[in-house]
């Protein structure tokens, strides 16, 4: 019997799991605990742990950061949410220049067991300043560790191994995705039937997915696609049309870009020989370049065409509906893709 | 230097204003409060997207300082700002265009209810990062210092942008070049559902931020659209032009920045999607008794400044033009795509493209 869960609901049983086990364990961040959450990930958790645990913080990103940096080096180990991981770039001294280089200036004497998390991509028509995907811009800082989960299930188990973890974590998730479940199986792909819900405390207080540990979201021979995080979603989409024109391709969900499995996107692209890379950053020093690069890397023999990347348009992100929608990398575009790199006119 | 005003003085600003004057703030006030329920509605129907955040019961803040402005002073704000285009000279089609996402919004459809901006009538944007226009603010204010401009920037804040850090480094930053600025915190008392005091050392005693940078501090009615006219217009004289030695001249002029706290109230939700559980419903009846549009009607009549029946004359107009505004953006087309790649650079490269200016700017409608 699979569990009927939304995406906000997992975050919650990771977090809840995580600081039940260990009371070093807290959640700070806007609105997180009387409000129950800006978007409910935290409902009726102030509840379940009191005000010392659930903070709830003014409107000061560099400063509650930087405090959860400054706990996590004194030995707590801090959950510290963005409303919006678009807020973060107010903070960026403290998250990009304070947590992941305090071990590696310290000289190994300070680390930072930080769990940095909040909603990130285009959220719905909230404008450039609203829509960051910062995937790319943080991969690139060496000290830091990227989790993008595209299911409850990998939410869930990602989260957990993210606070479990003694390095410092991104955990990327979606305001388009929070409420995905909330209407069972019809929200999603039929390709991740079975495979949507995490287990529950009972059935495995333990239950932690790896990072660097890539995860097949479906099976295929004629072309990979690797992907992440929301565009996931639109990788299935294509999926279901590319198989009515009888391609079947492969869906490789990365669920951390850093560290990156690239062994199962070569395992992959060694089968099937054709490859696309689908990211939601703009495209210029994107995931989506580092991945084709890494692929070129090693397995440029096995390719029977270039890598195709999906992105973002190059472009800020625009209100106008129609015109965000457009700049997306959904699923008519990957399938144009995937066409082009099969040769399939 | 840190002296504090208030407003309440013996000779009222607002005493010298003539009835056709007082009315234009009364039209302003109810067509900002028409348009806002019509938003409210389109937002329902979903022709309006993203975060909508709705300006009703702060009316008098925007209106009775903005009326206290010359036309050329630069306004800055955050993203609660249909209220400041409007008050400014937007045309109300133009605004509700934006939040519709079509060609012929303010932004051409790219910045959406948060990003009102009218380079026409000095209005230089909403802004949704918190905080994020202070700094901006002091840059323009420092901007016609340098070109010796007589100008005050008004830069409206929000009181949860008290806690940013980009608010106390603009507040610094104007004190020690005496940049003729006025940063208004529009003390609605929340921050989505964060009471000011829960979230803002010395909440009650805001006048210690602004001494603590040395800077002339007033506070106001925003619920009464008189007193924070009375407490802007002589604090915008005496700030304009502001100069200062630190910046090469001889004779420093004005009184340098200044900080103002206006006590507002938002009647609707934070934005269109907030349950509200934070206040009680009597706290919001409560404010609803102080309606800044019932206080000057009563002011007009009392004063036999108008009619009842002109007032409701009025009231039908502002009614009027926000529903045309609606209609207006309905009837407007979507932009193309090929907008995702105009605007981008004004020197463009690539697959880059020169954008056309705003309809706005290009004509009247
Ligand atoms: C840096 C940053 N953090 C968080 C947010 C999300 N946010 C948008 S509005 C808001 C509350 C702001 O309240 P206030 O400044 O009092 O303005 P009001 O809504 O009352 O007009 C928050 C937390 C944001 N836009 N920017
Ligand atoms: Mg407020």
């Known amino acids: 019997m699979t569990r009927e869960l939304q995406f906000r609901d997992a975050l919650r049983e990771a977090m809840i799991e995580e600081m039940v086990r260990d009371e070093r364990v807290f959640l700070m961040g806007e609105e997180v605990a009387e409000y129950n959450g800006a978007y409910k990930v935290s409902q009726g958790m102030l509840e379940q742990f009191g005000p010392r645990r659930i903070v709830d913080t003014p409107i000061s990103e560099t400063g509650f950061a930087g405090l959860g940096v400054g706990a996590a080096m004194y030995g707590l180990r801090p959950i510290i949410e963005f409303m919006s991981w678009s807020f973060c770039l107010v903070a960026a001294d403290q998250i990009i220049n304070n947590a992941p280089k305090m071990l590696y200036m310290s000289g190994g004497q300070f680390g930072c067991p930080i769990v940095f998390r909040g909603n990130n991509g285009a959220g719905g028509q909230l404008g450039s300043t609203h829509s960051w995907c910062v995937e790319s811009m943080f991969a690139t800082v060496p000290g830091l560790k990227v989790a993008i989960p595209s299911t409850p299930r990998d939410a869930k188990g990602l989260l957990k191994a993210a606070i479990r973890d003694n390095d410092p974590v991104f955990n990327l998730e979606s305001e388009r995705m929070l409420g995905l479940g909330a209407r069972g199986d019809r929200d999603f792909s039929r390709y991740l039937h079975g495979k949507w819900a995490p287990p529950s405390v009972e059935e495995d207080s333990d239950f932690l997915i790896p990072f660097g540990v890539a995860d097949v979201k479906k099976e295929g021979t004629d072309c990979t696609i690797v992907t992440a995080g929301r565009p996931v979603h639109f990788a299935l989409e294509a999926a279901e049309h590319l198989e009515k024109e009888g391609i079947n391709v492969e869906v490789i969900d990365c669920r951390t870009y850093r560290p990156l499995d690239i062994e199962t996107?070569?395992?992959?692209?060694?089968k099937t020989n054709y490859c696309v890379v689908v990211d939601q950053c703009w495209p210029f020093a994107s995931i989506a370049s580092e991945i084709a690069m890494q692929i070129y890397e090693r397995a440029m023999d096995d390719l029977d065409n270039k890598v195709i990347r999906v992105?973002?348009?190059?472009?800020?992100?625009?209100?106008?509906?129609?015109?965000?929608?457009?700049?997306?990398?959904?699923?008519?575009?990957?399938?144009?893709?995937?066409?082009?790199a099969m040769y399939v006119a | 230097m840190t002296t504090v005003t208030s407003g309440k003085s013996m000779t009222r600003a607002s005493d010298s204003l003539d009835a056709a004057k007082l009315l234009d703030m009364l039209r302003m006030m109810m067509l900002i409060r028409r348009f806002e329920e019509r938003t409210a509605q389109s937002f329902m129907q979903k022709q309006i997207g993203g975060f909508c955040h709705i300006y009703i019961g702060q009316e008098?803040?925007?209106?009775?300082?903005?009326?206290?402005?010359?036309?050329?002073?630069?306004?800055?704000?955050?993203?609660?700002?249909?209220?400041?285009?409007?008050?400014?000279?937007?045309?109300?089609?133009?605004?509700?265009?934006?939040?519709?996402?079509?060609?012929?919004?303010?932004?051409?459809?790219?910045?959406?209810?948060?990003?009102?901006?009218?380079?026409?009538?000095?209005?230089?944007?909403?802004?949704?990062?918190?905080?994020?226009?202070?700094?901006?603010?002091?840059?323009?204010?420092?901007?016609?210092?340098?070109?010796?401009?007589?100008?005050?920037?008004?830069?409206?804040?929000?009181?949860?942008?008290?806690?940013?850090?980009?608010?106390?480094?603009?507040?610094?930053?104007?004190?020690?070049?005496?940049?003729?600025?006025?940063?208004?915190?529009?003390?609605?008392?929340?921050?989505m559902g964060t009471h000011i005091a829960r979230g803002t050392s010395m909440a009650n005693d805001l006048a210690t931020k602004a001494h603590s940078y040395g800077m002339h501090y007033a506070e106001c009615d925003g619920m009464d659209v008189l007193n924070t006219y009375d407490v802007f217009k002589p604090l915008a004289d005496s700030v304009r032009g502001s100069t200062s030695k630190a910046m090469g001249v001889k004779e420093e002029k004005g009184i340098g920045p200044a900080f103002v706290n206006c006590k507002t109230y938002r009647f609707k939700g934070h934005s269109m999607s907030d349950p509200q559980k934070y206040r009680s419903k009597d706290e919001v009846a409560q404010f609803e008794q102080k309606d800044p549009i019932n206080s000057l009607v009563n002011h007009l009549i009392e004063r036999n400044h108008a009619t009842q029946e002109q007032i409701e004359a009025m009231d039908e107009r502002a009614k009027q033009i926000a529903l045309d505004a609606v209609k207006f953006a309905n009837e407007s087309p979507f932009p193309g795509v090929e907008e995702l790649y105009t605007d981008v650079y004004s020197q463009p490269f690539g697959p880059y493209k020169v954008g056309e200016l705003p309809i706005m700017l290009r004509e009247n409608p």
């Not at chain 2, 265009?97 to 459809?109: H, L, Q, R, S, V």
């Not at chain 2, 209810?113 to 905080?131: K, N, P, T």
């Not at chain 2, 942008?161 to 600025?181: D, K, S, V």
């Open chain 2, 60 to 191: 008098a803040t925007a209106v009775g300082s903005i009326f206290a402005l010359n036309p050329g002073d630069p306004v800055i704000t955050a993203y609660r700002d249909h209220g400041h285009a409007l008050a400014r000279g937007m045309h109300p089609n133009h605004c509700m265009a934006e939040m519709f996402g079509k060609i012929t919004g303010c932004a051409k459809g790219k910045g959406g209810s948060m990003h009102m901006f009218d380079r026409a009538h000095h209005m230089y944007g909403g802004h949704a990062i918190v905080g994020g226009q202070c700094p901006l603010g002091v840059g323009l204010a420092f901007a016609t210092m340098y070109l010796g401009e007589e100008k005050v920037t008004v830069c409206y804040l929000g009181d949860g942008a008290l806690n940013q850090g980009a608010f106390h480094e603009a507040m610094n930053l104007a004190a020690i070049w005496r940049l003729p600025i006025i940063f208004v915190v529009e003390n609605n008392s929340y921050s």
């Open chain 1, 265 to 270: 996107i070569v395992r992959s692209v060694k």
């Open chain 1, 311 to 340: 992105n973002n348009d190059d472009v800020p992100a625009a209100y106008s509906f129609p015109l965000e929608q457009e700049m997306l990398p959904h699923a008519r575009k990957i399938c144009e893709a995937v066409r082009s």
